[in-house]
């Protein structure tokens, strides 16, 4: 069935450094792919995403790349910040009702 | 003016016992969802409802039954309730069409002893 691959599941970061979390999906037909930010006690927040037909997107300090032909797609986030410190999850949807979720990379980011 | 909105946010209950959690979406959404999250945070659709039918139910056990009184709301109720049930719900309505951008409630934590 759909699956999504997520790493690492854990990522620790000195504040200033770059983090750079990587997905596979195994469903060529998925053509949504967003990304999602948990804080503690909370539920996800979207934070950015990027279709099929796009191969990079960025917003501030954050940015997407998709390689559809590897099924690859990945978050870079620049800067790192404390209040960067989360579980961040992967999805693809293939634009129907379900979207399969990666599980999860908890970011650290030390100060 | 919360977006998403479930009641409770915890419930503590006995093995056996029935409990209901309700979900509320004020962002004239047409599609809700339930998300299981274990204890790992491995986040897994239950449920997806458009305009008030079902459209996704991913072999939950039919102890798990939603229902959906209008287009705003997406409540779950859980029969006969199994120690492996403790979990986070989450609730989650998105936009029409694509990007089906999903918008996630605070969760409810279910504690079964």
């Known amino acids: 069935g759909e699956n999504v691959e997520q790493h690492p599941s854990t990522l620790s970061v000195q504040e200033g450094d770059s983090a750079v979390i990587k997905c596979t999906y195994s469903?060529?037909?998925?053509?949504?792919f967003p990304w999602y930010k948990q804080e503690l006690g909370k539920g996800p927040q979207l934070i950015i995403d990027?279709?099929?037909?796009?191969g990079e997107k960025k917003d501030q300090r954050i940015a997407v790349t998709l390689n559809k032909t590897a099924k690859h797609f990945s978050l870079h986030i620049t800067e790192t910040q404390p209040e960067d410190s989360a579980v961040y999850f992967c999805a693809a949807s293939t634009g129907g009702f379900k979207t399969i979720f990666g599980a999860g990379t908890r970011l650290f980011v030390k100060a | 003016d919360t977006a998403v909105s479930q009641t409770p946010k915890y419930l503590v209950t006995q093995m056996g016992n029935d409990k209901s959690i309700k979900c509320e979406q004020n962002l004239g959404h047409d599609t809700m969802y339930w998300y299981k999250q274990d204890s790992k945070k491995f986040l897994k659709i239950m449920f997806s409802y458009n305009n008030k039918e079902l459209i996704i139910n991913e072999t939950v056990p039919n102890r798990f039954s939603p229902k959906s009184p209008d287009k705003a709301h997406l409540n779950l109720h859980i029969n006969s309730l199994e120690l492996g049930d403790s979990a986070v719900y989450f609730c989650a309505s998105s936009t029409p069409g694509l990007p089906y951008e999903q918008y996630f409630g605070p969760g409810t934590r279910l504690t079964v002893t």
């Open positions: 469903d060529s037909a998925s053509n949504y």
């Open positions: 990027i279709r099929s037909n796009v």
